[in-house]
């Protein structure tokens, strides 16, 4: 990325490069959701019987119900983003751009909100929550969660967006771009679509740039850890950190068994440069096995109960130097990874209502 390249925009891309991909991605979610809905239609019965056989509380066919139905949300989204660009046809930049990024951010929630509800009802799952969040208005946030499934991405849009109204601005891997629903309303939001592994000073410029036009109403959200977790992927990173020496990042990595280090650049330059965001830390536990399709279909989300802990921190009890900031996101984290190892819930866990 070269540096004449803008920092405030979502993706760094040509507009070719972006309609040369909606070209093929938009028409296959079409295809896909019509096909997919007659293919369950037609092997249902056979799906049912294989899951008798298998014993595995009927996750095939769940698994069949929830793709057709995250495929028809798909294309619903697609269809209401036309719908909000012609509502806003020639209004969507200078004093009408706060209302066409507030419809597109309640857009995000509702779409995900409703993925997430047909996954609780097909697969049984539920729902917990301590802590919260303040409600919007007094001062953004700066979020930070814990990053282990293809779930948990949803997390902050359950949390703060859909109930709250909070618009969300998130720091997404590149590669979610192939979706249509994430690539459309996600790029009229003032995300940042990063490439994984990417170190380089400009891609750390732009996601500080998230903070940019912030209002009490909005919430920056970042998964700081770089990647989901796998004991894999601990190995590796404590391999890394090893061969650059004695360090904090290493310290923390090595004391972590559920989570990895999230002292990287992007997380550390943001509580840096914090203009004035309180900070929440998000923990999770019960979507670890929740990591793929083939995941889904062994069950692994069959009467998962999904556990979430809310840590609130006020911007005026955040440290203001660069060593007091590492020591806190490090302290911040070992409870992060205490609570993914199963710590007990607390008297505050109150189940959340997601279907209505």
Same mark, same amino acid.
């Given at each position: 990325?070269?540096?004449?390249?803008?920092?405030?925009?979502?993706?760094?891309?040509?507009?070719?490069?972006?309609?040369?991909?909606?070209?093929?991605?938009?028409?296959?979610?079409?295809?896909?959701?019509?096909?997919?809905?007659?293919?369950?239609?037609?092997?249902?019965?056979?799906?049912?019987?294989?899951?008798?056989?298998?014993?595995?509380?009927?996750?095939?066919?769940?698994?069949?119900?929830?793709?057709?139905?995250?495929?028809?949300?798909?294309?619903?989204?697609?269809?209401?983003?036309?719908?909000?660009?012609?509502?806003?046809?020639?209004?969507?930049?200078?004093?009408?751009?706060?209302?066409?990024?507030?419809?597109?951010?309640?857009?995000?929630?509702?779409?995900?909100?409703?993925?997430?509800?047909?996954?609780?009802?097909?697969?049984?799952?539920?729902?917990?929550?301590?802590?919260?969040?303040?409600?919007?208005?007094?001062?953004?946030?700066?979020?930070?969660?814990?990053?282990?499934?293809?779930?948990?991405?949803?997390?902050?849009?359950?949390?703060?967006?859909?109930?709250?109204?909070?618009?969300?601005?998130?720091?997404?891997?590149?590669e979610l771009l192939l979706d249509p629903c994430i690539d459309i309303v996600g790029q009229r939001i003032?995300? &940042?679509? =990063?490439? @994984?592994?990417?170190? #380089?000073?400009? *891609?750390? !410029? +732009?996601?500080?740039?998230?903070?940019?036009?912030?209002?009490?109403?909005?919430?920056?959200?970042?998964?700081?850890?770089?990647?989901?977790?796998?004991?894999?992927?601990?190995?590796?990173?404590?391999?890394?950190?090893?061969?650059?020496?004695?360090?904090?990042?290493?310290?923390?990595?090595?004391?972590?068994?559920?989570?990895?280090?999230?002292?990287?650049?992007?997380?550390?330059?943001?509580?840096?440069?914090?203009?004035?965001?309180?900070?929440?830390?998000?923990?999770?536990?019960?979507?670890?096995?929740?990591?793929?399709?083939?995941?889904?279909?062994?069950?692994?989300?069959?009467?998962?109960?999904?556990?979430?802990?809310?840590?609130?921190?006020?911007?005026?009890?955040?440290?203001?130097?660069?060593?007091?900031?590492?020591?806190?996101?490090?302290?911040?984290? &070992?409870? =992060?990874? @205490?609570?993914?190892? #199963?710590?007990? *819930?607390? !008297? +505050?866990?109150?189940?959340?209502?997601?279907?209505?």
């Open positions: 990325m070269s540096s004449s390249e803008p920092s405030s925009v979502s993706v760094n891309e040509s507009f070719f490069t972006r309609w040369g991909r909606r070209a093929l991605t938009i028409p296959t979610t079409f295809v896909m959701a019509v096909g997919a809905t007659l293919v369950t239609a037609a092997i249902l019965p056979l799906v049912l019987i294989a899951d008798v056989l298998l014993q595995r509380r009927f996750a095939l066919s769940r698994t069949a119900l929830f793709f057709v139905c995250f495929l028809w949300s798909e294309v619903c989204g697609i269809a209401c983003s036309l719908a909000l660009w012609l509502r806003f046809l020639a209004r969507t930049a200078g004093k009408h751009r706060s209302a066409f990024v507030g419809a597109n951010s309640r857009l995000q929630a509702i779409w995900v909100h409703t993925i997430f509800a047909a996954a609780r009802i097909l697969f049984g799952m539920r729902m917990s929550v301590e802590g919260s969040a303040p409600r919007p208005g007094s001062r953004p946030l700066l979020v930070f969660v814990r990053h282990a499934s293809t779930v948990d991405t949803a997390l902050p849009i359950l949390l703060l967006s859909y109930p709250l109204h909070y618009r969300l601005r998130y720091v997404l891997k590149r003032p995300n &940042r679509f =990063v490439r @994984r592994g990417e170190r #380089g000073t400009n *891609e750390v !410029e +732009r996601v500080v740039s998230l903070y940019d036009d912030l209002d009490a109403n909005d919430a920056i959200v970042l998964f700081p850890e770089g990647t989901r977790f796998s004991e894999r992927k601990r190995r590796e990173l404590l391999a890394q950190l090893s061969l650059r020496g004695p360090s904090a990042a290493l310290e923390l990595a090595q004391s972590l068994t559920h989570t990895l280090s999230p002292l990287r650049r992007g997380a550390l330059a943001l509580l840096e440069k914090n203009p004035g965001c309180d900070l929440l830390v998000v923990a999770h536990a019960g979507l670890e096995q929740a990591t793929s399709f083939t995941a889904f279909t062994r069950g692994s989300l069959v009467g998962a109960h999904l556990r979430v802990h809310i840590e609130h921190v006020p911007f005026e009890e955040l440290p203001t130097d660069a060593e007091g900031q590492t020591r806190l996101l490090a302290d911040l984290w &070992r409870n =992060v990874d @205490r609570f993914a190892a #199963g710590g007990e *819930e607390t !008297e +505050r866990t109150s189940d959340i209502a997601l279907a209505g």
